[in-house]
């Protein structure tokens, strides 16, 4: 891409890292609105940007010589927490989440190569509670942690059938926590109450493949692999100890985003009609599993140096979408879509901090053409069960004997412009 473009990416990045995102634990379910529309299937397609980041072989596959697409998501969550001090719903939050890709073909079709830059995910939360007794008092409970993704990437037509793709970019990272904790230990200070403040930013190479084959005229299946972004994010965090004052301390966050790995069929019933489905399963076991914090160099030489691992101990998820595509003729095409996925969460390590317990999700989609524009535009609505805590994981009982519920809307807009 040209040199004058790459201010521009690195913008679109840094937006996308104020937004949060939900759907398959803290998996956007698609960054396309046309993915979106049919319910966040884009694996076996190739008519949207988003390619790059679902499965990189459709860049080879896409109509004409190349494409420019460019979007937004706007995601408004709303969550609610109550226990024996409390009975809340979140602040309420609205974020814009930019998506911008480009596409091109070489002169023989053979070779597509393209760069995205995405936020395929992310979590975030702000609740004003009443704090444990060792932090009486309205605390603000608060969560960020996204993730963003700069994908060059290549494709090939191997056969008249198959074509295959990879990319081969950057992740980067985001992520804050502010609020009453309890320190979790290995550290000897396990049981302790504090006051966190951390800011963290990282950076980590990622990297995708994909294939698509057409098994007949009618049927395409695609099949895609994306690498974990393992972090080590470095940022400043202050403690405050109740009794003992304050300090701040340069800081490490350990934290991985899962690997994923996809399988995607999409069919043509006549001439005007598509059916699409994704099975898609997440590693959050590994990737979730817990997240390290390393606290140095403090600036109150009363505080020693801290190692800490927050507990998390999510569970894989399988996530099955299914979508529905009809051209309605001028160049209007009608979409919808459904999405099934586990809470991946355990009650155990269940908090106001991240409530990703979302399992179910309608859509619907709606394209037309203005001049040489493809306008697309769709919504989806997210929720799960209401879910209980009896005894939490987490020292401190801070979170026990809670309850949770959670749903996100997201609207989602695009230019796609191909020639």
Not at 45 to 52: F, I
Not at 220 to 227: A, E, F, H, P, V
Not at 326 to 342: I, N, P, S
């Amino acid at each position: 891409m040209d040199r004058k473009w790459m201010p521009l990416v690195a913008c679109i990045v840094l937006l996308g890292l104020t937004g949060t995102a939900l759907g398959d634990g803290v998996m956007l379910n698609g960054v396309s609105p046309r993915s979106i529309g049919r319910g966040g299937t884009n694996i076996a397609h190739a008519d949207n940007g988003a390619a790059l980041l679902d499965n990189p072989a459709a860049a080879v596959n896409i109509q004409g010589k190349g494409l420019v697409d460019i979007g937004f998501d706007l995601m408004l969550s709303d969550f609610h927490f109550a226990n024996d001090r409390n009975n809340t719903a979140s602040v309420d939050s609205f974020y814009p989440l930019p998506q911008i890709s480009f596409i091109r073909k070489s002169a023989d079709c053979r070779w597509a190569y393209g760069l995205g830059v995405f936020v395929p995910a992310g979590f975030g939360e702000s609740f004003t509670l009443e704090g444990p007794p060792a932090l009486a008092g309205p605390q603000r409970y608060q969560s960020f942690g996204s993730l963003g993704k700069i994908l060059p990437g290549l494709a090939y037509q191997a056969t008249d059938r198959l074509s295959l793709g990879a990319t081969l970019g950057v992740a980067i990272t985001h992520d804050e926590f502010k609020g009453p904790y309890f320190l979790q230990g290995p550290n000897a200070f396990r049981g302790w109450p504090t006051a966190l403040d951390l800011r963290a930013t990282g950076a980590a190479l990622c990297w995708s493949v994909g294939l698509q084959y057409d098994l007949t005229d009618a049927t395409t299946i695609g099949l895609t692999y994306q690498s974990e972004s393992r972090f080590r994010a470095d940022g400043v965090t202050n403690v405050t100890i109740p009794g003992l004052g304050s300090s701040a301390f340069d800081s490490t966050l350990d934290i991985t985003w899962p690997a994923s790995l996809g399988f995607g069929v999409k069919h043509q019933i006549g001439s005007n009609r598509t059916l699409s489905t994704d099975i898609i399963w997440f590693n959050w076991s590994s990737a979730f599993d817990d997240f390290g914090i390393h606290l140095s160099n403090p600036t109150n030489p009363g505080f020693p140096s801290i190692y800490e691992q927050f507990p998390l101990h999510w569970r894989d998820t399988v996530s099955a979408r299914i979508g529905y595509e009809q051209l309605l003729g001028c160049d209007r095409v009608f979409r919808c879509g459904y999405v099934y996925h586990r809470n991946p969460i355990p009650d155990g390590t269940l908090t106001p901090l991240i409530q990703a317990t979302l399992q179910h999700a309608f859509s619907v989609g709606y394209g037309w053409k203005w001049r040489c524009w493809n306008i697309d535009m769709a919504y989806m609505f997210a929720f799960g069960p209401d879910q209980t805590v009896g005894t939490s994981d987490l020292v401190g009982g801070d979170f026990d004997r809670s309850f949770h519920r959670a749903q996100t809307h997201a609207i989602c807009f695009s230019l796609l412009r191909q020639f």
